[in-house]
C-alpha cells in the first residue's frame, strides 16, 4: 500500500512551458486535492475533486488545470509556467466523510 | 469565511521540557480541527484530531491538543520534547457545512518546532 505517490519530484521550467503534474492514491479514496506550499502562507488550494470526472475550483485555481479520468489519478497542469508557480506541490486523498487528509511527498517546481 | 492563525513561527524548546505549538481559529458552527506534521522534504502527517467530546485529544507520537470553545483555540501540547519532534506543525480546521459534497480546510501558516538537545 503506497498510500499518495507524486510525480515528478523535482522539475525545472522555463517561462511558457507547460508540464503535468501526477498524483496517483490507491486507497481508493473519492476525493483528490492539489495544494501549494509557500514560505509563510501555508497550504493554499488549487483545485479539488470529488470523485472521478468531476472537479472543481480553490482558493488559487488561475494558470492550472486538472483532470480526473480515472478515480486514483489526479493531474495538475500548468499550460504555461510563470515564475509565480515556482512552489512545492502536495497532492492530498480522503474518503467521502472522512476527516483526515493523506498527502503526497510533494513536488518542488523551479519556474526560471 | 474560516481562518486559523499560528502566532509563532517558530517555537525553540529544550530536549525534555513541555511544549506548547499555539493555534486559534474562527469559524461558523462546531469547528472541526486538525493538527499535521511535516518533516524535512516530505508531505503532511496527521497527528490528531477533534470533531466532538473530550476537549484533550490524544493523538501520535504522544502530542495531545486541547480544545478550548471560549477561547477558540487548539493547543498542542507535548510533556517530554524530543529532538526527533523538530519538524513544521500546521493547525487546520474544516467548515462542517461544505457545499457542493466538499468541506473546506483551511491550513495555519505553520510553526517550526525546534527541539535543542
Known amino acids: 500500500n503506497a498510500g499518495v505517490t507524486q510525480t515528478p519530484k523535482f522539475r525545472v521550467l522555463k517561462t511558457g512551458q507547460s508540464m503535468t503534474l501526477l498524483c496517483a492514491q490507491d486507497?481508493?479514496?473519492?476525493?483528490m486535492y492539489w495544494y501549494r506550499q509557500d514560505p509563510g502562507m501555508g497550504l493554499r488550494l488549487i483545485h479539488y475533486?470529488?470523485?472521478?470526472?468531476?472537479?472543481a475550483k480553490g482558493e488559487v485555481p488561475d494558470g492550472y488545470n486538472v483532470s480526473r479520468l480515472k478515480k486514483q489519478n489526479f493531474l495538475l497542469g500548468l499550460e504555461s509556467a510563470a515564475p509565480s508557480q515556482t512552489s512545492v506541490y502536495f497532492c492530498?486523498?480522503?474518503?467521502?466523510?472522512?476527516?483526515?487528509?493523506?498527502f503526497g511527498p510533494g513536488t518542488r517546481l523551479t519556474v526560471l | 469565511a474560516q481562518s486559523v492563525a499560528q502566532p509563532e513561527d517558530q517555537v525553540n524548546v529544550a530536549e525534555g521540557n513541555p511544549l506548547t505549538v499555539k493555534c486559534t481559529y474562527s469559524v461558523s458552527g462546531n469547528p472541526y480541527l486538525f493538527w499535521y506534521v511535516q518533516y524535512p522534504n516530505r508531505g503532511l502527517q496527521f497527528l490528531l484530531k477533534y470533531i466532538t467530546g473530550d476537549n484533550l485529544v490524544k493523538g501520535s507520537y504522544g502530542f495531545e491538543a486541547e480544545f478550548n470553545k471560549s477561547q477558540t483555540s487548539f493547543h498542542l501540547k507535548k510533556p517530554s520534547a524530543l529532538v526527533s519532534d523538530s519538524a513544521l506543525y500546521f493547525c487546520a480546521v474544516r467548515d462542517p457545512f461544505g457545499s457542493g459534497g466538499y468541506q473546506k480546510v483551511t491550513f495555519g501558516t505553520g510553526t517550526k518546532l525546534q527541539v535543542i538537545p
Open positions: 492530498a486523498s480522503t474518503d467521502p466523510g472522512g476527516d483526515t487528509q493523506y
Open positions: 486507497m481508493n479514496h473519492e476525493y
Open positions: 475533486s470529488v470523485g472521478e470526472g468531476t472537479t
